[in-house]
């Protein structure tokens, strides 16, 4: 069965940072393009970070500057460290591997509370 496993959430304090991972099992990640999404409470999810099969990445405006996503495809893993984080970083973050042709997989998510 097909897992993708985020970790790395938590609790943190405005401006501080934290690494989100996540890691595919079966599936390989280097054949397909990696998201991370996040939804807040009483909000629509929103894609925050695109991490192409070449590597490539690309963010939601309002992280630009402040998070960046990778990819490691040897350990089958993701990661989005994000820096500077805000209040409004507070949210329940997801990650999906999609592929045209292989389908979309989503994991179950991890908890980020920004939070003085």
């Known amino acids: 069965q097909v897992r993708l496993v985020e970790s790395g959430g938590g609790l943190v304090q405005p401006g501080g940072s934290l690494r989100l991972s996540c890691t595919a099992s079966i599936l390989r990640i280097s054949l397909y393009t990696m998201e991370w999404y996040r939804q807040a409470p009483g909000k629509q999810r929103e894609l925050v970070a695109t991490?192409?099969?070449?590597?490539?990445?690309d963010y939601v405006d309002s992280v630009k500057g402040r998070f960046a996503g990778s990819r490691e495809n040897p350990k089958n893993t993701v990661y989005l460290q994000m820096n500077s984080l805000k209040p409004e970083d507070t949210a329940v973050y997801y990650c999906?591997?999609?592929?045209?042709?292989?389908?979309?997989?989503w994991g179950q998510g991890t908890q980020v509370a920004v939070s003085s």
């Open positions: 991490i192409g099969r070449d590597g490539n990445s």
């Open positions: 999906k591997a999609t592929s045209p042709l292989r389908g979309d997989y």
